[in-house]
C-alpha cells in the first residue's frame, strides 16, 4: 500500500532553517504533484507549497522567498526548505502526493503524518 514518510521536524530558533523531507513509497507510479500543508493549533489547515509534474512551483503568499519546494523523483521523495523561519511559522507540517492509478485518468491523494515544526522567538 502507498505510505508517505515524513521527516526533518523540530525545534528552531528565529532565523534559523530546516529541510522537511517526505518519501512516497508502495506504488509502481510515482507522484504527478506534490504538497505542503501545515496546521496550528486551532487553525486550519492551510496550503504551504505546492511542485507540479514538471517542477512548476506555487507557494502562499507569507512563504514566498523563504520556503522552496522540490522533488527528487528518483528517489520519490518531495523536499521543503524553510530559511529564516518565524514564530508564526509553528504547525504541524503535511505532506501530500497525487499518485495515479492504472488507469490513468483518476489519481489519488495521499498524506503524510505530519512532522512538528515550532519555531522559537
Known amino acids: 500500500q502507498v505510505q508517505l514518510v515524513e521527516s526533518g521536524g523540530g525545534l528552531v530558533e528565529a532565523g534559523g532553517s530546516l529541510r522537511l523531507s517526505c518519501t512516497a513509497s508502495?506504488?509502481?507510479?510515482?507522484?504527478?504533484?506534490w504538497g505542503w500543508y501545515r496546521q496550528a493549533p486551532g487553525k486550519q489547515r492551510d496550503l504551504v507549497a505546492t511542485?507540479?509534474?514538471?517542477?512548476?512551483?506555487n507557494y502562499a503568499d507569507s512563504v514566498k522567498a523563504r520556503f522552496t519546494i522540490s522533488r527528487d523523483n528518483a528517489k520519490n521523495t518531495a523536499y521543503l526548505q524553510m530559511n529564516s523561519l518565524k514564530p508564526e511559522d509553528t504547525a504541524v507540517y503535511y505532506c501530500?502526493?497525487?499518485?495515479?492509478?492504472?488507469?490513468?485518468?483518476?489519481?489519488?491523494?495521499?498524506w503524510g503524518q505530519g512532522t512538528q515544526v515550532t519555531v522559537s522567538s
Open positions: 508502495g506504488s509502481i507510479f510515482s507522484p504527478n504533484a
Open positions: 501530500s502526493a497525487n499518485i495515479p492509478g492504472y488507469s490513468g485518468s483518476v489519481y489519488t491523494t495521499y
Open positions: 511542485i507540479t509534474t514538471y517542477g512548476s512551483t
